[in-house]
């Protein structure tokens, strides 16, 4: 018997969906916002594998477009990206955002990773390990002015504003804090971190400042300091809600049409048969569910496209399965084998998020592992 003919990809034939990361979009917004904020450095956030979209594509995209000054949550993703730098880009500053793992030490010095000190106990650490290296080491400060998540709180400021010599044995790159609500540009709490913030650096030695994420720069320039660290933003996140988007959308997102078939009242859809048709009704079932980071609270509330027309989510959300109601499309563009847009030029990841109850940022790091990834430009 002849063989079926192959399809010119056949890693994308086999995958439920296919989802595009436009590296291009990438670079424009961190153009975009290194515009917004006139001569001030912009460094990128990639922790979580660059929000989901691949750090491994999306940093060397970003040391294109000028980047030199990298976030990481924890040690692993900064040695990923320090390899992933190895053979090009010498210069390139990574900082380690959660602080000095205790017991990791060797991997910061080994790999050049600075850490974040979030507590006078992870400075002393850190001023340990440099006096036992017998040399200086850089690290970033973090003074909290209002998260109460990490960073130095207000006792701890007092002490170390009383006695800099907390800080010898360090070179001190940066004091940084982060803002709770840069997002609500009307919060009066923006300007009392900022206000803090501002009295905070004036206690410590001097040393270059950064307050900014991607909201913050957005605030203006009292916020931007000498470096803004814009994570979710470069992946197309909205950093002014409620206003229009100035930035591009980065991820597309297409689900293959698995199987279509017409139900009348009064069948249901799905687990716990939460959608029940009230008339003639076409569905199309598609190859992804929550195991590919589709949210379940998506259920009965996501929407897609086919062809620009808009089609819900029909029933629960479930693992590997996804049913939408295509009453409205033509036959001929809902059919096995075509596709539903899941994220789009006209459907970005933040309105997903406020369909799923959350935020685009949840979207982004929840894009499943078996989805068929491509890379545009870059
Ligand atoms: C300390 C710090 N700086 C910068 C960022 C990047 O924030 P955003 O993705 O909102 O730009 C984060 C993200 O959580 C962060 O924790």
């Known amino acids: 018997m002849a063989s079926p003919a192959r399809p010119p990809d056949p890693a994308a034939a086999r995958a439920g969906a296919l989802l595009t990361v436009d590296l291009d979009a990438v670079q424009a917004n961190y153009r975009r916002l290194a515009r917004e904020l006139g001569g001030v450095a912009c460094a990128g956030a990639v922790k979580a594998d660059a929000y989901g979209l691949g750090m491994a594509r999306v940093a060397p995209a970003l040391v294109a477009a000028g980047a030199r000054c990298f976030f990481v949550a924890l040690p692993d993703e900064g040695i990923a990206l320090r390899r992933i730098f190895a053979q090009t880009v010498a210069d390139a500053e990574i900082y380690v955002l959660n602080g000095p793992m205790r017991g990791a030490e060797a991997d910061y010095l080994a790999h050049g990773l600075i850490p974040v000190l979030n507590s006078l106990d992870d400075l002393d650490h850190w001023r340990a390990v440099a006096a036992a290296q017998d040399r200086p080491l850089a690290a970033v400060l973090h003074v909290d002015t209002g998260m109460n998540r990490l960073g130095l709180p207000r006792d701890e400021l007092d002490v170390l504003a009383g006695d800099h010599g907390r800080l010898e044995g360090l070179e001190l790159r940066y004091v940084l804090s982060h803002l709770a609500c840069a997002e609500d540009a009307a919060n009066p709490m923006n300007a009392r971190q900022l206000a803090d913030f501002r009295a905070a650096v004036g206690r410590l030695p001097p040393a270059p400042a950064s307050l900014a994420n991607s909201s913050g720069i957005f605030l203006g320039a009292d916020y931007h300091f000498d470096l803004a660290r814009p994570g979710a933003a ?145």
């Open 234 to 378: 470069l992946s197309g996140v909205n950093p002014t809600p409620g206003q229009a988007n100035p930035l591009r959308q980065v991820v597309r997102l297409h689900w293959k049409i698995l199987q279509v078939r017409e139900i009348d009242a009064p069948q249901a859809v799905g687990y716990g048969a939460t959608f029940r048709a009230t008339g003639p009704t076409r569905l199309a079932t598609v190859a992804v569910g929550y195991a590919d980071g589709y949210l379940r609270s998506l259920s009965n509330r996501g929407m897609g496209h086919i062809g620009g027309v808009q089609v819900p989510v029909v029933g629960r959300v479930s693992m590997d399965l996804v049913t939408f109601d295509v009453s409205s499309v033509p036959a001929d563009l809902a059919r096995p084998g075509a596709t539903i847009d899941l994220l789009d030029a006209d459907l970005g990841v933040d309105e997903v998020g406020a369909r799923a109850g959350s935020v685009g940022y949840e979207i982004l790091t929840a894009l499943g592992r078996r989805y068929h990834r491509s890379y545009l430009g870059g």
